[in-house]
C-alpha cells in the first residue's frame, strides 16, 4: 500500500512566490524523514497532506484518500504536531489530550483514558496534572506528540519534532518517534532540516529543496556500502595502518584517524586483534555512516 | 488514577478499534467546552472570578426586585426591562468572555491542533458563538427566572397569576436571547481579530459604549426621520428599538413606543437581522483565513 503520491504537485502563492514546484513522490508506509532547508517548502506540504491548503495544481493522496475532497477523512486518521508552541498555557495535559481526543470523535470516557495512555507513552506520568505553562520544552513537545497520538492515527507528521531541545532531549525524542514507528504500527513523517538527525531513525528519505524533489529513496539504498569505521590511537597509527594494510583491509587516513570500510562483522575482530597485538591505547573505535547529506551534496548543483 | 507504586507494567501501545463520533458530537463537544470556559469551570480559579461576580450581581438585583415587589405589590421592572438595566454588565461580560473562548486560541497558537482534525474551520467558530450566546442568554435568563418564580409563588390569583406572570417571563426570555444573539455575533468577531486579550476586551467595550453617543448626536438633529432612526447608531440602542417595536408596553410600560421610533420598526428589526447575518458571516470568513495558516 502506497502511504502517500503526489503528482506534479504545485503550489504557489499568489502566483509569485512558489512554494512547491511539479513534486512527484510516492513513499511505502515506514518512517519517513522530509528534509529541506528553511522554506524548502516542507510545511507547505503537510498543510496539503491535511487539506488545510490547496495546491495550486497536480494530485495529492493520503492513506489511499484524497485530502483535497475529502479532508475530515484524512484528518480523522492523520495525527499532527505542529512546529509551532501550540499549547494553552493554563490547562493541564491531561485536560487539553482528553479535549482534543474528544474533537477527533474519541467518546468521553475514551478520550479520557487514551489521553493518559498517550501522555505515559511519551513519558509524561504524575506531571501531566499540572498546567501546562510550567512545562519544560521538552516536555511540551511531549504533550504536543501525545495530542498527536491520542486517536490513534495510522500516520503521524511531526512537523521538525526537535526543535529547541538538548542533546539529550533531541536523543530521547527520536528514540521516541522511532518506537512509535516500528513497535506501534503507527508510519511517521518526520519533517526536520537537521538531516543527520532524522537519517538515524528513518527507513525512507525525502528531500526538497526549493519545492522541488532532490530525492527520494530508501536509506539503506543511499548508504549502502558506506559504512566507514573509525579508529584513533593515541599513538602508533602509522605502525596500525601498516598492520591493517597487511591484513588486505583498504585503510585510508584522515587526519589522526584511520578510516576502514565495513564489510561484515569480521571486519572489527580484525582491527581490534590488530591493536591488542600492536599493544596500542585505542582511543576510540566507531562505526560512521557517510552523512546521506554527501550524497546530495553532488546532486543539487544540478537541479537547482 | 495513580498507578500503584512499584512495579511498572508496560502493557505496549493499544490500537483503538471502537467507535468514532460524526461532526454533531464533535460540534457538541466543542460547545460544551466553551460554555464550561465561559464560566471558568474547568479552568483556574482566577478564571472563575469574574463570570461568577457578575452572574452573583444579576442574581442579587433579581432576588432584590422580587422582595420589593412581594414587599410592596410594585413592579419595578418588567422581565424585558431587566436586560436593558443590566446592558452594562452585559457589555462587561462579553468582553471578558469573549477573549477568553477565542482570543486566547489564537494567541496560544492551539488553532492548528484543532484543525488538524475532522472538525470544519466553520463548525469551530459556530461552535464557540453558540457558547458564547448560550452564556450570555443564562446570564439574563436565570435572574428573570428568579424574579418569576418569586412572583409565582406570592401571587394572589392561584394558577392564573402564575399563568399571566409566565406569560411576561416568555417575551423577557426572547428578548434576552436576542440581546445574546447581537451581542455575542459583535463581540466574538471583534475578539476573533487580535490574539491579544486586552485589545480584544477593549476593542468590544469601545464599540458597544463609545457608539452610544452617536444615537444621542442623532436623536437631537433637527429631522424627524433622523431622530426616529437614531437607535440604528449602536447595537444596544439597535435591541433596545426592535424590543419597543415587538414587545411593545413590556418593555415601556405606559410609553408610547410610536414616539421613539416612529414606524420604523420593521426596518430596526431587519437592520437587526443583517447585523448579525454579516457578523456570521465575518466571522467565518476570518476562520477560513486562519485555518489556512
Known sequence: MTLLATESLTKTYGGRVTALADLTVSVEPGIIGLVGANGAGKSTLIKILLGLLAPTSGRVSVLGLDPTTDPAAVRARVGYMPEHDALPPDLSAAELVTHLGRISGLPRTVARERASEALRHVGLHEERHRAVGGYSTGMKQRVKLAQALVHDPDLLLLDEPTNGLDPAGRDAMLALIHRIGTEFGISVVVCSHLLGEVERICDTLVAIDGGRLLRADRISAMTSATDVLAVEVSEGTDDLAARLAALDLPVSREGRLLLVPLADDATYDLIIGAVAELDLPLHRLDQRRHRVAELFATREPSNV | ?293
Open chain 2, 1 to 293: 488514577m495513580s498507578e500503584p507504586t512499584g512495579v511498572i507494567h508496560d502493557i505496549g501501545y493499544q490500537r483503538y478499534t471502537g467507535p468514532r463520533l460524526g461532526r454533531r458530537h464533535v460540534f457538541g463537544a466543542l460547545y460544551l467546552h466553551g460554555l464550561r470556559s465561559a464560566f471558568g469551570l474547568g479552568r483556574s480559579a482566577k478564571a472563575k472570578i469574574f463570570p461568577w461576580l457578575v452572574m452573583g450581581i444579576v442574581l442579587v438585583v433579581a432576588a432584590g426586585l422580587t422582595a420589593v415587589r412581594t414587599q410592596t405589590g410594585q413592579v419595578v421592572m418588567t422581565y424585558a426591562q431587566f436586560a436593558d438595566a443590566m446592558s452594562w454588565l452585559v457589555i462587561f461580560f462579553v468582553a471578558v468572555v469573549g477573549p477568553e473562548l477565542v482570543s486566547r486560541d489564537l494567541h496560544s497558537g492551539v488553532l492548528p491542533l484543532y484543525f488538524s482534525r475532522p472538525l470544519p474551520r466553520g463548525d469551530y467558530a459556530l461552535a464557540k458563538l453558540g457558547s458564547l450566546v448560550t452564556a450570555l442568554w443564562l446570564l439574563l435568563g436565570a435572574p428573570q427566572l428568579v424574579m418569576f418564580l418569586g412572583a409565582a409563588f406570592t401571587t394572589d390569583n392561584g394558577m392564573r397569576g402564575v399563568w399571566d406572570e409566565l406569560l411576561d417571563l416568555l417575551p423577557g426570555l426572547l428578548y434576552a436571547a436576542l440581546w445574546a444573539v447581537v451581542f455575542a455575533s459583535v463581540g466574538l468577531l471583534i475578539a476573533s481579530l487580535t490574539g491579544k486579550r486586552a485589545f480584544a476586551a477593549g476593542g468590544i467595550v469601545a464599540v458597544f459604549l463609545m457608539t452610544a453617543p452617536i444615537v444621542g448626536i442623532l436623536s437631537i438633529m433637527p429631522s424627524r426621520t433622523v431622530n426616529e432612526l437614531a437607535m440604528l447608531g449602536s447595537p444596544t440602542a439597535l435591541i433596545h428599538a426592535v424590543g419597543q417595536y415587538t414587545l411593545g408596553d413590556l418593555l415601556v410600560p405606559g410609553g408610547d413606543p410610536e414616539t421613539q421610533i416612529g414606524g420604523f420598526g420593521p426596518v430596526y428589526v431587519a437592520v437587526a437581522v443583517l447585523l448579525v447575518a454579516g457578523c456570521v458571516a465575518l466571522l467565518l470568513l476570518r476562520y477560513r483565513k486562519v485555518a489556512a495558516r
